[in-house]
C-alpha cells in the first residue's frame, strides 16, 4: 500500500518569502501521479501542481513549483514570494495510474503566511 | 468547472442517530469519494465508487455505508452516529483516463455528534 508523509505539520514566513513544504512517499510502483492541494480557512480543497512520475521534468504553476526526487521519493514544494492568500492547509498526495484511482493524503501542513 | 455540491456545511446530530450526507457532481464523472479530515491525520478515504451501484470500501470503512444509485449522486450513511465520528466529511469526483486526472473536492460537511 502507498503511504504519504509530510513531517512539518506548522510552517510560518514572512510575507514574500520563500517556503519549502516536504513531502516523502512510499510505493513500488514505477509510474504514478503526485498532487500539492491546498486548503484556505474556506475549506475548498484547490488543486495547486500535478506531477507525472514518468516525467523528468519539475512541474511549475506560476509561483510554485516542486522538486520531484523519483529515486529518493521526495516531493517537495516551494513557494516563491509568498503571499498572505498563501495561507492555509497543504496537502500532498498520490495516485495510482491505473486500476483503483484514489488519492493518498499525507497529514498537511499548516503554513501561515505573516505580514 | 466541474462542481461538487455537499448538501450541508454543518450538521449537528445525536449519539445513535442515523445520519445522511449528499454529495451531487455535475460533471458525469464515474469515480466518487468521502474522505474524512481530521487534525493531524490528513484526509482517509472511508468508501469509494467506480459506478452507479458499485462501492468499494477504503482504509476507514467501520461505521459508514455508501449508496450511488444515480451517477452525479454518491450518498455517505452513518448507521448510528458516534461521538468519534465527529469530523469534516469531504465529498470528491474524478474522471479517470483523460490524462489530466485531478480530484474535484466539495467544500466539506462540518459534522458534530453529541
Known amino acids: 500500500a502507498q503511504t504519504v508523509t509530510q513531517s512539518q505539520p506548522e510552517m510560518s514566513v514572512q510575507e514574500a518569502e520563500t517556503v519549502t513544504l516536504s513531502c516523502t512517499y512510499d510505493?513500488?510502483?514505477?509510474?504514478?501521479?503526485l498532487f500539492w492541494y491546498k486548503q484556505p480557512p474556506s475549506r475548498q480543497m484547490i488543486l495547486v501542481i500535478r506531477?507525472?512520475?514518468?516525467?523528468?521534468q519539475n512541474a511549475t504553476e506560476n509561483r510554485f513549483s516542486v522538486n520531484f526526487q523519483k529515486a529518493a521519493k521526495s516531493f517537495s514544494l516551494k513557494i516563491s514570494d509568498s503571499q498572505l492568500g498563501d495561507t492555509a492547509m497543504y496537502f500532498c498526495?498520490?495516485?495510482?495510474?491505473?486500476?483503483?484511482?484514489?488519492?493518498?493524503f499525507g497529514q498537511g501542513t499548516r503554513l501561515t503566511i505573516n505580514p | 468547472d466541474v462542481k461538487v455540491t455537499q448538501s450541508s456545511r454543518y450538521l449537528v446530530k445525536r449519539t445513535g442517530e442515523k445520519v445522511f450526507l449528499e454529495c451531487v457532481q455535475d460533471?458525469?464523472?464515474?469515480?466518487m469519494f468521502w474522505y474524512r479530515q481530521d487534525p493531524g491525520l490528513g484526509l482517509r478515504l472511508i468508501y469509494f465508487?467506480?459506478?452507479?451501484?458499485?462501492?468499494e470500501k477504503g482504509d476507514i470503512p467501520e461505521g459508514y455505508s455508501v449508496s450511488r444509485e444515480k451517477k452525479e449522486r454518491f450518498s455517505l450513511i452513518l448507521e448510528s452516529a458516534s461521538t468519534n465520528q465527529t469530523s469534516m466529511y469531504l465529498c470528491?469526483?474524478?474522471?479517470?483516463?483523460?490524462?489530466?486526472?485531478?480530484?474535484?473536492f466539495g467544500s466539506g460537511t462540518q459534522l458534530s455528534v453529541l
Open positions: 498526495a498520490f495516485m495510482k495510474p491505473w486500476g483503483a484511482q484514489k488519492l493518498v
Open positions: 510505493t513500488s510502483e514505477n509510474n504514478y501521479y
Open positions: 506531477q507525472e512520475a514518468y516525467k523528468q
Open positions: 460533471m458525469d464523472h464515474e469515480n
Open positions: 465508487s467506480y459506478d452507479v451501484k458499485m462501492k
Open positions: 470528491a469526483s474524478f474522471a479517470p483516463g483523460q490524462g489530466n486526472e485531478k480530484l474535484f
